[in-house]
């Protein structure tokens, strides 16, 4: 409760507190609470004008005022000016302060993500749109061994690609995920005198062209080992690319796990193999599969290693140590150059076939690491009960 202070004559002053070691100090306003993500009808009006005056504000300066012109120019006039609108409403309504910079910072995050999200659908919804005439059956089912690139849609398929990229990305993934999540658990419960030279080579192989890891195989292994072309080096070439994004993205979920569940495990008298293989690899599962993803979605849209070292033929190839191998992206490459309909329809196909492929390795992962960290599996609860 407040203790107010008395004037000369003896009355109470109000709007003041007694402060014991001086005179009296006016009582503090009352704190506002500042809720980000409330939107109240007077915001989506707020953000509706504001978007509409800077849109007919635009207008007027490219066709009336300057001699402005351009479609990319029009759209980013036009978001500054709706920035400075939608600025100035709110101080006139709020003032400044906190408030401001909140509404402000706001409206340009919700504007990003949605920037984004428009991109990614309009690359899908464009692939799908141009693609999805050559998906009939046959195209999952047959090769272009004796199909012409100008043959009619119903006649001729993918098949040799879809095999081919799930192969190569599959030996891939063999390779790298063990590779990757090891020399992360290195750099980040490990440690020693060689951590910081691996962690910069990690680095500078996250930074290296595509080609250039293309390059490396197709001189190491098809030149210098005298092979030929085939699946298993195009493999190697998309291990080169996928293991750093693993390792880096691993070392990363590595770091957010919790030391006190490290410092209960050896508490318990644990061993650092045991505290890694029961403590720390599960809590980070979930992450882990996304470092995965990751890799994955890096290597199984990769051109040009695999331009370099698989070869190329129209014939379904189902080993990877023999003969030529053609996946997806050299699918598409290869007949989207071509004139005719068809041909660019069966590249779009393929492309749209390579995106519904990561969409599902993607479903997969989320479905097998879904679990939250610290939560039991069936097999783990049937145990618990009957042991309990």
Not at 228 to 254: D, H, K, Q, W, Y
Not at 366 to 372: L, M
Request: aromatic share 6%; hydrophobic share 50%.
């Amino acid at each position: 409760m407040a203790i107010t202070t008395t004037s000369p004559l003896g009355h109470p002053v109000p709007g003041t507190v007694r402060n014991p070691a001086g005179p009296a100090l006016p009582e503090s306003p009352p704190e506002v609470r500042i809720r980000p993500a409330q939107v109240t009808a007077d915001d989506v009006l707020a953000i509706g004008g504001s978007a509409l005056c800077a849109l007919c504000l635009t207008w007027v300066l490219f066709e009336r005022l300057l001699p402005l012109s351009g479609t990319v120019g029009f759209w980013l006039c036009c978001y500054v000016l709706f920035l400075a609108v939608y600025s100035t409403v709110v101080l006139s309504r709020e003032g400044r302060g906190v408030a401001l910079a909140d509404r402000v910072m706001s409206v340009i995050c919700h504007a990003a993500g949605l920037t984004v999200v428009t991109i990614l659908s309009l690359i899908i919804g464009y692939t799908a749109f141009r693609g999805y005439t050559a998906l009939h059956l046959n195209f999952f089912t047959q090769t272009m061994s004796v199909t012409a690139p100008s043959d009619p849609l119903n006649s001729g398929g993918a098949l040799h690609a879809i095999v081919g990229t799930l192969l190569q990305v599959g030996v891939a993934v063999l390779i790298s995920v063990p590779l990757g999540i090891t020399t992360a658990l290195f750099l980040n419960e490990v440690r020693g005198p060689l951590a910081r030279p691996v962690r910069t080579i990690v680095d500078t192989m996250s930074a290296i062209p595509s080609v250039v890891a293309g390059l490396f195989v197709f001189a190491t292994v098809v030149l210098s080992l005298g092979t030929n072309r085939c699946g298993f080096a195009a493999s190697l070439a998309i291990t080169v690319m996928m293991m750093p994004i693993i390792t880096r993205t691993a070392e990363v979920v590595f770091r957010i796990v919790p030391g006190g569940l490290r410092e209960a495990s050896l508490a318990l008298g644990g061993s650092q193999w045991k505290t890694v293989w029961h403590v720390v690899l599960p809590t980070a599962r979930s992450g882990l599969l996304t470092a995965v993803i990751l890799g994955v979605a890096r290597g199984v849209g990769e051109t040009a290693p695999v331009l370099l070292t698989a070869g190329f033929t129209n014939d379904l190839n189902a080993d990877p140590a023999h003969g030529a191998m053609l996946s997806l992206p050299l699918y598409v490459l290869n007949y989207v150059k071509f004139p005719q309909p068809e041909s660019v329809a069966r590249a779009y196909g393929a492309a749209l076939t390579l995106l519904v492929i990561v969409l599902v390795l993607f479903v997969i992962a989320r479905v097998v690491g879904g679990r939250n960290p610290g939560a039991l599996s069936r097999r783990q609860k049937r145990r618990s009960a009957e042991v309990s």
